[in-house]
């Protein structure tokens, strides 16, 4: 059987991954791909109690080398009884965040070094990757105001202006770097349009890998 594709999605703080996600899903399912949704730091009993850490403001001052084990610690249980486990029975997985996350929150935003978190990164995953990364793309000042209209700013929301500067550059550097594995999406239009345009780039990847994919009923 086929294994199935890995996609993530990706971007600052506001940029609407939630609500593109659930375009997406639905956007798969028509085509009859069979789709895990997940996200990350999480995806497990295990790795959200991680991620309830990692999110909950707290008095003491959370060591950036620890936050750094302790997202890898989360993918870790994640891939290995989530994610492989549904690729390896054909299904697809739809993934908000991952490890080009650790590159732009802990890498560009906390200035953790690059070459350890690919340390951590080949430890986790070996030379693994996603098949296709959704980037959604928004300036910093219109998110951050989108996720304060929306809820309680949580630990990382709490950062300031700088640190989403940093945060998105350090996507950008992503992008750069591996243009390939993505689709960039402007998120500041309205929605329909983000919409419209992430429909016209994922059918363009999904005709290149039609021959390739399960679809249910098969
Ligand atoms: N983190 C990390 O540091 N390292 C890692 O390796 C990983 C993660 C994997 C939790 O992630 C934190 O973990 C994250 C980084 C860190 N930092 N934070 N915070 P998260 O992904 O769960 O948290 P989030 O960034 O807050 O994601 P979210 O809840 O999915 O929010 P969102 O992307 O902004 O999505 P949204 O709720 O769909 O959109 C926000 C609002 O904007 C909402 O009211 C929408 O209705 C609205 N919206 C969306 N699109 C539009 C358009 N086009 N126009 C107008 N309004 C819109």
């Known amino acids: 059987m086929a294994v199935g594709k890995f ?8 940029v609407g991954k939630s609500t593109n996600i659930a375009f997406i899903q639905s956007h798969l399912e028509k085509q009859g791909i069979e789709l895990v949704i997940s996200r990350e730091p999480g995806g497990t009993p295990l790795a959200e109690q991680i991620r309830g850490l990692l999110l909950a403001k707290r008095s003491e001052p959370f060591d950036a080398t620890a936050e750094l084990l302790m997202v890898f610690a989360a993918r870790a249980q994640h891939l290995n ?31 953790l070094s690059l070459a350890t978190i690919a340390t951590l990164e080949s430890l986790v995953q070996g030379d693994w ?10 300036d910093v000042e219109t998110g951050l105001q989108r996720a304060t209209a929306r809820a309680a700013l949580d630990r ?3 950062e300031k202006i700088e640190f989403f500067e940093r945060v998105r550059a ?11 594995k993505f689709i960039l999406i402007d998120a500041g ?9 992430i429909a016209i780039q994922l ?10 994919y399960t679809v249910k009923n098969q």
């Open 81 to 111: 009884t989530i994610i492989l486990p549904a690729l390896n029975a054909g299904k697809w997985v739809l993934c908000d965040r991952f490890t080009d996350a650790t590159y732009a929150y802990q890498g560009a935003g906390r200035g």
């Open 156 to 158: 990382f929301e709490s």
């Open 129 to 138: 990757q996603p098949d296709l990364t959704v980037l959604l793309d928004i």
């Open 170 to 180: 350090g996507y950008k550097a992503r992008l750069n770097a591996r243009p390939e």
């Open 203 to 212: 059918s363009g990847v999904l005709a290149s890998w039609r021959d390739k």
């Open 7 to 14: 996609i993530t999605v990706e971007g600052t703080e506001g």
């Open 189 to 197: 239009r309205p929605l329909r349009d983000v919409q419209a345009n």
